[in-house]
């Protein structure tokens, strides 16, 4: 992709890096065991949304007979990536099937994990794992990325050497260190998103995960921390958006939330 083409296609984006601040209000029976299975939020409730600016045409003044060197220095918006950042209360409740509470105890600031991916099926808890190579370049494929030249790619944005902190899906423990039946390491793909001052930050990272059939991008629920845009958030993560080639479709994802 060259710049040129990179700022036209910014204009035709729905949704940028960042874009959108999402607070997720749960009502659900949440367990704070190790062995629960994650569960969607009740309710989803969008703030607004906001993308990176355009700025101005520049100017120099041309003086016939002169030769000028000029660099340039431009930031335009990914088109390869959706960004979502916001806040989390939840409730644990003993009740029964007709969604009628026993007991509940309010979750002020929980812990835990927000999981997403663009199937409307539930994904097979029991199968999940560090999505591998050859699914991280798969979703490149899929975003419609060319992996030898755009920045912004998966495989370039997720590094199996980036830390976080282990934790579970249901019983399955997550970690950069793992490894599997045959006592080789497991690669996790993680990233960590910026803090106020633009540096990347342990307090929100993210690990690309897999069902072996779905892409599920799980973003690691913090205590709440100064993020990006100079204000507390408790998470802040990215998911994939194919905006190649002036593409402004928009896709769904389906969140689910596993809090502790």
């Given at each position: ?89 939840g409730t644990i ?61 998966v495989n370039r ?74 204000r507390s958030h ?27």
């Amino acid at each position: 992709m060259d710049l040129v083409g990179g700022i036209a296609m910014k204009y035709n984006l729905r949704l940028a890096l960042m874009s959108t601040f999402v607070v997720f209000l749960l009502g659900l029976a949440f367990v704070s065991s190790a062995s629960a299975a994650p569960v969607g939020p009740t309710v989803i409730l969008p703030q607004g949304s906001s993308r990176y600016g355009t700025p101005g045409a520049a100017n120099i003044s041309a003086i016939a007979g002169n030769v000028t060197e000029i660099n340039f220095n431009v930031s335009f918006s990914s088109t390869t990536w959706q960004g979502y950042y916001g806040n989390i209360t939840g409730t644990i409740v003993l009740g029964n099937s007709a969604n009628q509470s026993l007991y509940d105890w309010n979750v002020a600031t929980p812990r835990g994990q927000i999981y997403a991916t663009r199937t409307s099926l539930v994904p097979t808890w029991t199968a999940i794992r560090c999505a591998n190579r050859t699914e991280i370049n798969a979703e490149d494929t899929a975003l419609g990325v060319n992996q030898s030249f755009d920045q912004d790619s998966v495989n370039r944005t997720f590094l199996n050497t980036t830390e976080f902190g282990a934790f579970y899906v249901g019983a399955t423990l997550i970690n950069s260190t793992a490894v599997n039946g045959t006592g080789f390491p497991i690669d996790c793909f993680a990233t960590q998103l910026n803090d106020q001052n633009g540096d990347p930050t342990s307090a929100f990272s993210e690990v690309i995960l897999s069902d072996t059939n779905n892409t599920v991008y799980t973003g690691i629920i913090s205590m709440p921390t100064t993020g990006f845009d100079g204000r507390s958030h408790q998470f802040q993560m990215l998911v994939g958006e194919n905006g190649q080639n002036g593409d402004s479709t928009s896709t769904p994802y389906y969140f689910y939330l596993e809090l502790s």
